[in-house]
C-alpha cells in the first residue's frame, strides 16, 4: 500500500488512467469486429463505410498511446485488403 502522498496520488491516477485506456481500447475493438462481421456477411458497402469510420479511430488510438503506430498501420492495411477483395 502507498505510504507516501506521491504514491498515493499516483496510485489514484494510475487507476483512473487504466479505467479510461481499458475503455478506449474496448472502443476501438469493437469498430474492428464491425469491419470485420460486414466483411464476413459479405456486405462491400457496410465494409468500406464501417472501415471509414474505424480507420480513423484506429489512428486516434496511437495518439492516446493505445496501441503503437505499426500495429496501427497493421490493422488499417489488413482490414483494407479485406474490404478490397470482397468488393
Not at 464476413?40 to 503506430?69: C, F, R, S, W, Y
Not at 498501420?73 to 468488393?87: G, T
Amino acid at each position: 500500500m502507498a505510504n507516501t502522498a506521491q504514491a498515493k496520488k499516483r496510485a489514484r491516477q494510475a487507476e483512473k488512467n487504466h479505467a479510461r485506456n481499458t475503455a478506449q481500447r474496448s472502443n476501438l475493438r469493437t469498430f474492428i469486429k464491425k469491419v470485420s462481421s460486414a466483411i464476413n456477411a459479405g456486405d462491400a458497402t457496410q465494409a468500406q463505410e464501417a472501415l471509414k469510420v474505424a480507420a480513423p479511430l484506429i489512428d486516434a488510438a496511437v495518439n492516446k498511446g493505445l496501441i503503437h503506430k505499426n500495429n496501427a498501420a497493421r490493422k488499417k492495411s489488413r482490414l483494407n485488403a479485406k474490404v478490397r477483395a470482397i468488393a
